[in-house]
């Protein structure tokens, strides 16, 4: 039996933990370069993928790269290796190296980026900031009929099915050019957007009719385990420059970037990883005392407007810990090959 791991299932199974339906629409997520079936013989974990790092997977005898930040945001025109993009994606391929990416649908899952910065500074009682909008979150076998701690959730209504099959069908009840009159009962599940395959498929495979009447319509809600950004609580007060200080040793920072101090104690905090300017007023709505994020252009600071502390930490400082989260999320599945942290310091930012 061939028990080798494929480029592919390290894919899935990164997808299962963050679904690719929750990436935002500018990404590009997934398998950037390589064979899907190729054998994976290690996996070098980084932020981003630049030819530094592709130099330090030949020389720990990696032949997958998983990124937080994809190299290709855009379609490529040609391979000249003109930038350093290019220069990336030919020496990739030139060595038979995937490079998959994991970017916003990680920063959007509940167990994601922002998660590990509230870890790193200490919050309790998490929340989604910005709740997503798409289907509600609910996985069965297949993917559909769980709510919260309720499984097998359906909604089932009775009536008569009508059909006439032709001399070509192979009916499971009734005959060609027969009217037949059935009862029937339509049943309604919900599903996570990312598991349609798989609950179609087990559709297919559990219903006896040869041809299935099925509808998928996509509901509203707010799912409370997806969205940008998170809010949490400390265990107890702080006043705001000591939880700054803090702030600057539990996320090993050279320099925080902020507002104006405000008199009031911190004991609510909002984050989010990477640019989060977007998020402001979600942070202010909240009840957050800070604001942890990164990428604040000069006007953004005034729209905190004396409402709450901006601290801007660096957009690379915000990520640098997802390296320890795709670690601890790879090692658990993928124990029996080597799984190395990238020791390229890849921030594009130097401080004096």
């Known amino acids: 039996m061939n028990t080798s791991i494929k480029i592919k299932d390290v894919a899935a199974?990164?997808?299962?933990?963050?679904?690719?339906?929750?990436?935002?629409?500018?990404?590009?997520?997934?398998?950037?370069?390589?064979?899907?079936?190729?054998?994976?013989?290690?996996?070098?974990?980084?932020?981003?993928?630049?030819?530094?790092?592709?130099?330090?997977?030949?020389?720990?005898?990696?032949?997958?790269?998983?990124?937080?930040?994809?190299?290709?945001?855009k379609g490529l025109k040609k391979f000249t290796g003109s930038n350093y993009v290019e220069r990336v994606v030919v020496k990739a391929i030139k060595n038979d190296i995937g490079i998959y990416a994991i970017h916003t649908n990680l920063d959007n899952v509940h167990n994601g980026v922002n998660r590990k910065i509230c870890e790193r500074i200490g919050l309790k009682n998490l929340k989604i900031l910005s709740p997503k909008k798409g289907i509600l979150s609910a996985l069965h076998d297949a993917g559909a009929g769980q709510i919260g701690h309720y499984k097998n959730c359906s909604f089932r209504t009775e009536g008569i099915g009508s059909f006439m099959p032709d001399e070509a069908s192979n009916p499971h009840i009734g005959k060609a050019h027969s009217q037949e009159n059935v009862q029937e009962y339509r049943v309604e599940v919900i599903f996570p957007a990312h598991a349609e395959s798989n609950v179609l498929s087990a559709l297919k495979k559990a219903h006896p009719y040869e041809e299935i009447a099925y509808y998928v319509s996509a509901l509203d809600n707010e799912n409370q385990e997806v969205g940008a950004g998170m809010v949490g609580e400390l265990e107890s007060p702080k006043e705001p420059l000591e939880f700054l200080k803090g702030l600057k040793v539990s996320m090993e920072l050279e320099v925080i970037r902020h507002t104006k101090i405000l008199n009031n104690p911190v004991k609510k905090v909002a984050v989010c990883g990477g640019s989060g300017s977007f998020l402001l007023d979600k942070a202010v709505q909240s009840g957050a005392q800070v604001f942890i994020t990164a990428d604040f252009k000069y006007h953004d600071f005034f729209d905190a407007d004396g409402r709450i502390i901006v601290a801007d930490i660096g957009h690379y400082e915000s990520e640098a810990f997802t390296k320890e989260l795709l670690m601890g999320v790879l090692i658990k599945k993928f124990?029996?090959?080597?799984?190395?942290?990238?020791?390229t310091v890849t921030n594009p930012i130097s401080y004096l």
Do not use: W
């Open 13 to 73: 199974y990164l997808e299962s933990q963050a679904p690719r339906s929750y990436e935002e629409p500018y990404d590009n997520t997934g398998l950037l370069t390589g064979d899907p079936l190729t054998e994976v013989k290690g996996i070098l974990v980084t932020v981003d993928c630049m030819e530094e790092v592709v130099d330090e997977a030949i020389r720990l005898n990696c032949n997958l790269i998983v990124t937080h930040h994809p190299i290709v945001f």
């Open 335 to 343: 124990p029996t090959f080597a799984i190395i942290f990238s020791k």
